[in-house]
């Protein structure tokens, strides 16, 4: 890396305007969102192919579940003239307010009149299915707003309807989220106060710096990217956030190090080298570390998930090449300057976090007890962890006042949540389905195109519970027995997801990525067991994330504070994401700490003195970075969707555990109980990863442990 730095230098020009043109080029394709694509797809999976047959035969339905239009009907119930007269005012109006729309309601299919309606008779719903605009975030953000004004006036029974919908209360009134540009701003405001406090100097500035370059250089290739496959808009707000992270992380590493190095008096160009050297290195293995785990949504066949990936694994690379390049062009530039206005010279030292490594040392065994028994207690509700869409009664807590009123007018009146998101059943031209027990069959004589007939069922059950699960079970068993039936609608394409992504193949990526980051690990560090320690600590710290999610999302326990109920499932691509994401971001921390305590031992120290001084010298950093990352998540959870929520909570929960009691106490009390064990490395493993065991320069004092 010094090789690297010294060319920097010699050509800074050349770097500086590079760096400078890429990041230019970047955002401008940052602002060409068109290419970035809002769908879900499944390819292959049985339900998606089943939905995208309706949408292509009908324009409409599929996986985009209905908007639900409720009423409460005068006394008579449906056989009231007045009410007659009044729902056909309001079926006409809602078909001119969306052209091509499939519809089905008490009115409109007669036959079925009474699925539409609730046992007590005065509460009936139509069913609306528009053309789904697939250029949002909201299939139906042009729909809905045309419905709404349609029937702003219309009454029934002397009262306003309401219409709700599974999109309506997920969407969570997008009017007060808050846009990419924004959370990235609040988060680099965040890091700004936490880097200030840090420096006191203008060195706050350099890692926003350094940040601000990666972040729109990664957007060059997302943009290239686009031309070869899809790639989701969630990739901007996880390439802004977690690229801001990464990259201060890494700008943070090096700069501390130059301080140390320029305090222990070396010149600044010779110090600009030394931290290139030793810093620098392990910024290139901790990038390689975060590119390999997020290799694990890359090669998924979920198509979102596979761009979110993809952007993922730019973004640590990028940050890596800004950091060995750019970065000491600047410091070597800029020098001693950029510690104004500090009076006092700066130490890479910190008291408190040698003082907290030096009680864990001595304390190692009740350290080491009692974070695995804190972990343990995080882990548990993990063993309960269920995965499927929010429930529609938590997320109507962040929903428009209209869509909540008429969720709570299903339920009310005993017709359910269910109906929010039907199970579309797919019927050859002359074939019936018998509605299990508990299940309402619609079949209107207009869902009839291209040899095909739909139908809709659903149970009073939301879908995303055990009783909706149980109700689409039965609506598939029942299916299978009629030939050429096909079951599609959203709850069978979440169950496909599910199938799909936490299938075999999902195990098969994840002991790839295991094996090819205790390699790079092995070899960064010359160790065999500071690698296992490091993925073993890495596993316990994702477990008690989902255990802290389960906590307070699915089981409603701290969810208050975010003003929603327990949502009873977590969102079915947010484990895999949280996994992902934090396997990386975790393993950044540790190679952080295990390569200061393996340069303090090669130094000399006893195991037990190189934990304290690689503790002193990396705590600050390794907190810092953390509080950073924690603030930039905490920006992403400021969007109104539950599930966005879902995720930036569990990797807040996660940076938070793993740089107090997995970094802070776990790691250096483990590193501590193995000692000189830590470095040892048999003959034949060092043949076969072609590395050379550590030899301290002087050897480790024998002295018996404290």
Avoid: C
Wanted: no cysteine.
């Amino acid at each position: 890396m010094a090789a690297l730095a010294r060319w920097s230098i010699a050509h800074r020009w050349t770097v500086i305007v590079a760096w400078l043109v890429l990041a230019l080029a970047g955002a401008a394709a940052a602002q060409s969102d068109s290419r970035l694509s809002f769908a879900f797809d499944l390819p292959g999976q049985p339900a998606y192919e089943t939905n995208e047959r309706i949408l292509d035969s009908f324009g409409s339905g599929g996986s985009n579940a209905p908007l639900i239009v409720v009423a409460r009907l005068p006394e008579g119930g449906l056989s009231s003239p007045q009410a007659q007269s009044e729902l056909h005012i309001l079926d006409e109006r809602v078909r001119r307010a969306v052209p091509g729309a499939r519809t089905a309601s008490a009115v409109s299919d007669p036959a079925g009149a009474a699925s539409f309606v609730s046992k007590d008779g005065r509460t009936t719903f139509a069913m609306v299915y528009p053309v789904p605009d697939f250029t949002s975030a909201d299939p139906y953000s042009k729909a809905l707003p045309a419905i709404e004004d349609a029937l702003s006036a219309i009454r029934v029974g002397g009262e306003p309807v309401r219409i709700t919908g599974a999109s309506v209360l997920a969407a969570g009134g997008s009017s007060s989220s808050t846009s990419v540009l924004v959370e990235t701003i609040l988060a680099g405001v965040a890091a700004l106060v936490v880097l200030a406090i840090v420096f006191g100097s203008l060195l706050a500035l350099l890692p926003l710096l350094i940040a601000a370059i990666a972040i729109p250089t990664t957007f060059v290739g997302i943009y290239a990217l686009t031309y070869a496959t899809t790639m989701s808009t969630l990739v901007q707000n996880i390439v802004a956030l977690v690229g801001l992270g990464v990259a201060i992380d890494y700008a943070l590493l090096v700069v501390t190090r130059w301080r140390e190095e320029r305090a222990a008096g070396r010149s600044n160009r010779d110090a600009v080298l030394a931290s290139a050297s030793t810093a620098g290195s392990s910024v290139v293995f901790s990038g390689i570390t975060v590119t390999v785990s997020l290799a694990a949504l890359a090669l998924t066949n979920v198509p979102f998930l596979r761009s979110i990936g993809l952007a993922g694994m730019l973004i640590p690379l990028i940050s890596v090449a800004v950091s060995i390049t750019l970065l000491p062009v600047i410091l070597d530039a800029a020098g001693s300057r950029l510690e104004w206005p500090r009076k006092r010279p700066p130490t890479s030292v910190s008291r408190m976090w040698t003082t907290i490594a030096a009680w864990v040392v001595r304390h190692r065994i009740a350290g080491t007890a009692g974070s695995l028994a804190l972990i343990a207690a995080l882990i548990i509700p993990g063993f309960s962890l269920q995965l499927g869409q929010p429930q529609a009664a938590a997320q109507a807590t962040t929903a428009s006042a209209q869509a909540s009123a008429g969720l709570q007018a299903l339920t009310d009146s005993g017709i359910g949540a269910g109906v929010l998101r039907p199970t579309e059943v797919v019927l050859p031209a002359g074939r019936s389905l018998t509605a299990p027990d508990g299940i309402t069959l619609v079949r209107p004589a207009a869902w009839n195109r291209d040899g095909i007939h739909v139908a809709a069922a659903w149970s009073s059950a939301d879908a995303s519970t055990d009783a909706g699960e149980k109700a689409l079970t039965q609506l598939q068993a029942a299916a299978n027995v009629v030939p050429g039936a096909q079951i599609g609608g959203s709850p069978a394409q979440d169950r496909d997801f599910i199938d799909a992504l936490y299938g075999s193949n999902l195990w098969i990526i994840i002991a790839v990525i295991t094996v090819v980051t205790f390699l790079l690990l092995s070899r960064a560090l010359h160790s065999i067991w500071l690698p296992v320690k490091a993925l073993l600590l890495n596993a316990i710290s994702l477990a008690a994330a989902f255990g802290v999610l389960t906590l307070i999302w699915q089981e409603g326990h701290g969810s208050g504070l975010f003003s929603s109920p327990a949502t009873g499932a977590i969102t079915l691509w947010v484990p895999l994401a949280v996994f992902a994401l934090l396997f990386g971001l975790s393993m950044d921390y540790e190679v952080f700490i295990l390569t200061r305590i393996n340069e303090e031992y090669a130094a000399g120290h006893t195991a037990d003195r190189a934990v304290i001084r690689g503790i002193g010298h990396t705590g600050r950093l390794v907190s810092s970075g953390a509080l950073i990352l924690v603030f930039a998540f905490v920006a992403l959870g400021g969007v109104p969707q539950t599930d966005v929520k879902i995720l930036s909570t569990g990797l807040a929960a996660g940076i938070v555990i793993d740089a107090t009691i997995i970094r802070g106490v776990l790691a250096p009390a483990l590193v501590s109980l193995l000692g000189h064990l830590n470095w040892w490395l048999p003959r034949r493993v060092q043949r076969i990863l072609r590395i050379a065991p550590i030899r301290p320069q002087n050897p480790p004092s024998s002295s018996p442990r404290k």
